[in-house]
């Protein structure tokens, strides 16, 4: 039987080779990164960032925040045919709307990091607003 955390933690390395790259962007900086397993979709992985600048600082009109979904790449490749990565993208504006309405996506890392199917990648060490909710 496979569990939720059937790709969790195997995917640790090639999620921090993507966040590393990730931490190069420029107009939209990386300020936070966490790899985690949501009880939902158990052959996926999935990674959590919060960019400076992301979308213009705007909030998504559904309420949540945006999940992007990618197959497997020459970058990125997925064990299982079917996986997929997902990428949850946000704002600290956005974040901030998200934790006050309490939204899936938010509800989801939260409790992957209480259930210790989570782990901070990468953290920016000035921005204590986001150290305060997620260590």
Do not use: C, W
Not at 83 to 88: C, D, F, Q, Y
């Amino acid at each position: 039987m496979t569990t939720q955390t059937s790709t969790y933690p195997n995917y640790l390395e090639k999620v921090k080779e993507l966040v590393d790259q990730h931490r190069e962007l420029v107009e939209e900086p990386l300020l936070l990164a966490i790899y985690y397993a949501p009880n939902r979709d158990e052959d996926d992985v999935f990674l959590f960032e919060v960019l400076d600048n992301f979308n213009g600082s705007s909030i998504e009109l559904d309420g949540d925040l945006l999940e992007v979904l990618y197959g497997s790449t020459p970058h990125f490749e997925l064990h299982h045919r079917d996986s997929r990565l997902h990428i949850i993208l946000t704002s600290p504006e956005e974040l901030h709307k998200a934790i006050a309405n309490n939204t899936r996506r938010f509800q989801e890392v939260k409790q992957a990091l209480a259930e210790n199917h989570a782990q901070i990648v990468y953290i920016d060490e000035q921005r204590n607003d986001l150290k305060e909710v997620f260590q």
